[in-house]
């Protein structure tokens, strides 16, 4: 069993920083891929930033202001929000690609936190 769960997330003023941690616990071999997705108010899911061993790509809306990291020992991912814009305001969910064993690739979602910009 395999779970996934953010921290981080809150209320914050429109140019302000938050930092969102994601941790992967449970029967884990390796981790293949991480990243963030969020869901605005009314919008369909969308990425924020992916990480993967050799690159990460963001989504056009947080390029230059979200850096992604990730700490391989720890199961842990991290997401550097900088400048946050009222736009920025949805519920933040953290996605693992694992192997759980040599032949089980599985995608996995945490329950999500809710960031909120005020202007």
């Known amino acids: 069993q395999v779970r996934l769960v953010e921290s981080g997330g809150g209320l914050v003023q429109a140019g302000g920083s938050l930092r969102l941690s994601c941790t992967a616990s449970?029967?884990?071999?390796?981790?293949?891929?991480m990243g963030w997705y969020r869901q605005l108010p009314g919008k369909q899911r969308e990425l924020v930033a992916a990480?993967?061993?050799?690159?990460?790509n963001y989504g056009d809306s947080v390029e230059g202001r979200f850096t992604i990291s990730r700490d391989n020992a720890k199961n842990t991912m991290l997401l550097q929000m900088n400048s946050l814009e009222s736009t920025d305001t949805a519920v933040y969910y953290c996605n693992a690609e694992i192997w759980t064993d040599s032949s089980h690739l599985r995608d996995y979602w945490g329950r999500g936190t809710q960031v909120t910009v005020s202007s």
């Open positions: 449970g029967t884990i071999s390796s981790i293949a891929h």
């Open positions: 990480i993967t061993r050799g690159s990460s």
